[in-house]
């Protein structure tokens, strides 16, 4: 029998359209997945990503009392028969929890119109049947601005917001997107003045060049702008490629350089750690 572990992030239950389940590292048990990208388009082309783009998307449109559903039955077979199923018979008893609910898929989650009323529709399910589960958006922060995305919002828990760089080259290396980087960072910022913000930053090799010094530098500095401008930043998770990504240029960066970045990020005030 295949071991479901942290390597193993099979999302195939039971051909659900939106609601997944992963045994996340991150979270240190079972992590909800929704997928509001079904059609696999993103505003961002990182390469690093893992999504598989050379298989079709399915329609983008999204049917929010699907989704809706979809979770319900999810929540309540989280709390009985989904473990005496494979692959989650096989894993360890004390990561059997529901861990978060996030949204985070096959594309930016902020983009389809139906945004809004999915994040309330899941806020209204998990208050039901899972309330001390957190919410959680993975984004990358570009459409914060968009009134309807910025009312969304409101709904989550937690705001992981993705900061791959601190300069305009880097960033577009990087994540592979034309899109202004001080959208990014003004978005960034109009969110952290109104709620703790936790800052997720994908550090990785392009052609076997991490990041140097300088690189590293401005995105502290980035950081600490936000923070300067009565923003608030509650963490920063500092990750790299642990999964083969879509671009074979890319690479993981060595522990011990994440955690020389991770230190930098400390040395300005800010709560940060490896997650490895
Ligand atoms: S933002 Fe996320 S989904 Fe979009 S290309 Fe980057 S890694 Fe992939």
Redesign the pocket.
């Known amino acids: 029998m295949r071991r479901l572990d942290f390597k193993d992030h099979r999302r195939d239950l039971d051909r659900n359209r939106y609601v997944y389940a992963v045994v996340s590292r991150r979270a240190r048990g079972l992590s909800i997945g929704v997928n509001l ?1 079904p059609d696999k388009v ?5 390469p ?4 598989d783009r050379t298989t079709p998307g399915a329609s983008p449109r999204i049917d929010v009392g699907v989704l809706a559903g979809e979770l319900e039955q999810l929540l309540e077979r989280a709390g009985g028969d989904l473990w005496g199923r494979a692959p989650f018979d096989s894993v360890a008893p004390e990561l059997r929890r529901v861990a978060d609910i996030a949204f ?5 989650p902020t983009t389809p119109p139906e945004f809004p009323a999915a994040a309330r529709a899941a806020r209204e399910t998990r208050d039901l049947l899972a309330p001390g589960v957190p919410l959680r958006l ?1 984004t ?1 922060a570009t459409l914060f601005h968009k009134p309807k995305v910025h009312a969304g919002l409101a709904e989550f828990d937690e705001l992981w917001c ?1 900061l791959d760089a601190g300069t305009e080259t880097y960033f577009q290396l990087v ?2 997107t034309r899109l202004p980087f001080r959208r990014i960072l003004d978005n960034l910022l109009l969110l952290a003045r109104e709620r703790p913000i936790v800052i997720q930053a ?1 550090l990785l090799t392009v052609d076997g060049q991490g990041p140097d010094d300088a690189e590293i530098a401005a995105w502290v500095e980035r950081m600490r702008e936000i923070v300067a401008g009565g923003g608030r930043i509650d963490y920063v998770q500092v990750y790299t490629v642990a999964r083969k990504p ?1 671009d074979p240029r890319c690479g993981p960066l060595d522990p011990a350089r994440l955690e020389q970045i991770a230190g930098a990020a400390r040395a300005a005030g800010l709560r940060a750690s490896v997650y490895a």
Do not use: I, T
Request: aromatic share 10%.
């Open positions: 990208n993103c505003n961002f082309d990182c690093y990503c893992q999504v985070a898929g096959d594309g930016e993975l990358n993705k994540d592979g994908m879509s």
